[in-house]
């Protein structure tokens, strides 16, 4: 089980600071949507070149020019880029294509699609290497998405990694279902102390009995 931290302000110094705080705790450091989107590609990059030990995730979000953002994605340091399930069969197998072929992997978020089961399969079938199994994981909806999730992991026969605000108060329902990464943003990146909040984590699903 890994630890997956991400980075969603707009202001790359920030991010970079704040992830040297916490990169030595974190398998992998995902570059945020909205920071790419106001640093540009560069955000990515300069990730790679400052955390060259972490495992970079771009979540490009890609919706459709899979070849031209895969690419963008992995030649500027991008170890794994986020695709939408939601995007064309199209769109998907040219940026996995690219993806593999520069040694990279693909990871397909499933957030907002219709038929969470079906997307997944799909996902396998275009040979995705991880799904993002993207749920609230609200007070009120832990047990309806340690559910689902189980029912996706079965399906998919993919590595799940999963978001959905965890937090201290959650985190160990849903290491008990056994993804194979979470992702884990404000509850590290806007702690009072980033570093002893990741190192925290770390240690709590490192320690799982289900971690590998």
Not at 102 to 130: F, H, I, N, Q
Request: net charge neutral; glycine share 6%; aromatic share 6%.
């Amino acid at each position: 089980m890994k630890l997956q931290i991400a980075f969603d302000f707009i202001d790359l110094e920030q991010s970079l600071k704040i992830a040297g705080d916490t990169a030595a705790y974190a398998d992998w450091l995902e570059v945020g949507t909205s920071l790419i989107k106001s640093a540009g590609i560069t955000a990515v990059r300069q990730f790679k070149e400052r955390f060259a030990k972490n495992q970079i995730v771009a979540d490009m979000k890609i919706l459709d020019a899979g070849e031209r953002e895969s690419k963008l994605a992995c030649e500027n340091g991008a170890d794994i880029v986020v695709v939408e399930a939601c995007a064309g069969a199209g769109t998907i197998r040219d940026a996995v294509r690219v993806a593999h072929d520069l040694g990279k992997k693909v990871m397909v978020d499933l957030l907002g699609t219709p038929d969470v089961l079906a997307a997944a399969k799909r996902g396998r079938e275009l040979a995705a290497d991880y799904l993002c199994f993207h749920k609230s994981t609200d007070e009120k909806g832990i047990a309806q998405f340690i559910e689902e999730f189980k029912k996706v992991a079965a399906a998919a026969s993919l590595p799940l990694v999963v978001a959905g605000r965890i937090n201290e108060q959650n985190i160990v329902q849903v290491m008990s279902a056994g993804p194979e990464t979470l992702i884990i943003g404000s509850a590290i990146t806007q702690a009072q102390s980033p570093a002893i909040a990741a190192k925290r984590f770390a240690e709590m699903i490192h320690r799982h009995p289900k971690a590998k």
